[in-house]
């Protein structure tokens, strides 16, 4: 069984994306389904972009330029910026050389540390126990609602956009735009026309 753990925060949210480029099919063997586990999670700290011309975001770390003053007047409900994603465990050294090509040179790879969602409703699964990657992946982004509350930090592992803050549009990528519109193609698609 692997023992790293990623934060994702784009394309690879959806398990059969995440599938498709560790084990090369979108719908794997059980057995592989159950080396993972995906858990909703939190990153402070960071804002997600969408990046010019392409279907996947980049996150960049945000420097809070606030004055002591302002921070002490500012609301105590205003976390500040973050970013949803999915924390997932479990994955082997193969899965991380895999997902290392998959990123390419326009991410670094940064140890970053995540809170775990907990589902206020009680219900979080994981990859090993029945649970479709569709009614998975449903599942996860109903924990990451408003419903969701922060539980324990992780460390983890995250890629960080490094190409440039000027390749990066001002609007924040969207995963329900992404599912809707251009998911079942990155399914679908061969590895060469990534």
Known sequence: MGDHVLFFYGTLMAPQILHKVIHGQANPEPWQKAMLRFQPAILHGYRRHRVQDADYPGIV???????????????KTSPGPSVMGTLVSGLTDADIYRLDRFEGSDYE?????????????????????GVSDENQLREMLD??????????????VTYVYTAGKDMLEDAEWDFESFKRDKMAWWVGADE???
Not at 109 to 129: C, F, M, P, S
């Open 61 to 75: 770390a945000v420097r809070e330029t606030k004055t002591e003053a302002e921070k002490s007047s500012a609301p």
């Open 192 to 194: 060469r026309e990534w």
């Open 143 to 156: 924990a990451t609602s408003t419903e969701g509350d922060e539980g324990e930090e992780v460390s983890a």
């Open 109 to 129: 790879k940064k140890q970053v540390t995540v809170r775990i969602l907990r589902d206020t409703r009680g219900d979080n699964k994981h990859a090993g126990e």
